[in-house]
């Protein structure tokens, strides 16, 4: 297990984390551009130092400011695979994937035999002599994988690994690096700036926002409850923060929001509360509805979307107050004929919200 208590000041950045990773699980890193994903990662390898904290794995102290403990990032167990996979560019495929085992004097005879096993676990066999610039970009991607792989890390760091990759050649990839990372005995950190990314490879997923993990779950969780908006909006739900302030008929209660009330399940509780909404539960119209929808919200749509694969559903942005995001067929986009700057009314069920503490 690692287990990490980092705080740096780097520039503008003030980074302060607690990260606890299981054995043979990945924790996906989220966040965004100048969040401090990278930095966290190169804390963990020893490329730079904690200004205060401690890192461990396994029981084994790597870095302690207090104890006076830093072990340098080459006696650190760690495989580490980059954005741009760093290759060796006068290097072949076999050396490349040899440099680590080089480096820490292995006997030849082992090298040659650790070297082939990982060269043949990723179909690099055929590729041996060539150097990186005669790759694709998804055999320079197994090939920085390999090469990370073979010293056995008992860590694993994995910067955007797809992000180097067409988009045909990272679903290809995707797939098979998720085996590996399932079938690994290490713990691994996976950087991603992708919700689609973060849910299919996090065991758990860890959100930093300017430096601060606001929030850490399984998938599931973050899901169902974000924390924050930045959150909400990479799951791709609406949030509101507000307070209980009276008991409705039904089962229900009013919520007070910045933007005014709305009407929820009761949580069966009283006080502040967080309020999810899933953009599939609110519907659009020209004219005030009359059903059984007991919100209702009116503003522009600022923001017309069509979601893959075939454009069957549009993801529409309200400058509503508060601000909302629906999801739509495209039969009621066609219907409506919603388009950016039409004014629509907004509307969702009270069994629609979902609020949590």
């Known amino acids: 297990m690692l287990s990490a208590e980092l705080v740096k000041r780097l520039g503008g950045l003030s980074l302060s984390a607690r990260l606890d990773i299981d054995a043979g699980s990945t924790l996906a890193l989220v966040g965004e551009s100048g969040a401090g994903k990278t930095t966290v990662l190169r804390l963990l390898a020893g490329l730079a130092d904690p200004d205060q904290g401690r890192i461990a794995l396994d029981g084994h102290t790597w870095f302690d400011r207090a104890g006076g403990i830093s072990l340098p990032a080459w006696q650190r167990e760690v495989g580490y695979l980059s954005q741009d996979y760093a290759l060796f560019p006068h290097l072949s495929v076999f050396e490349n994937v040899a440099f680590g085992l080089r480096a820490l004097g292995t006997e030849r005879s082992v090298l040659r035999q650790q ?92 959100v930093l926002e300017s430096g601060r993990v606001t929030q850490n779950g399984v998938p599931d969780d973050l899901l169902r409850h974000p924390r924050t908006p930045y959150v909400a909006e990479f799951m791709g739900v609406n949030l509101l923060q507000g307070t209980i302030a009276a008991a409705e008929a039904g089962g229900l209660v009013r919520v007070r929001t910045p933007f005014g009330s709305v009407v929820a399940a009761d949580p069966g509780d009283v006080g502040e509360v967080l309020v999810a909404l899933n953009p599939r539960e609110i519907t659009l119209h020209l004219t005030p509805p009359t059903g059984s929808a007991q919100n209702v919200f009116f503003g522009p749509i600022v923001e017309l979307v069509p979601e893959p694969p075939f454009g069957e559903r549009f993801r529409v942005a309200l400058a509503t107050s508060p601000p909302l995001v629906a999801e739509v067929t495209r039969h009621a986009v066609e219907t409506l004929r919603l388009r950016e700057g039409l004014e629509v009314h907004a509307a969702f069920k009270a069994t629609g919200l979902v609020p949590y503490r």
């Open 115 to 206: 070297v082939e096993a990982m060269l043949f676990r990723f179909h690099l066999q055929a590729l041996t002599t060539r150097q990186p610039d005669q790759l694709s970009g998804g055999q320079q991607q197994r090939v920085a994988l390999a090469r990370a792989l073979v010293l056995e890390p008992r860590l694993l760091l994995l910067d955007e690994p797809l992000s180097a990759l067409d988009l045909k050649t990272r679903r290809s990839v995707r797939s098979e690096l998720r085996r590996t990372l399932m079938a690994l005995p290490s713990a691994t950190v996976y950087v991603t700036h992708n919700p689609m990314e973060a849910l299919f490879f996090g065991d758990r997923i860890a």
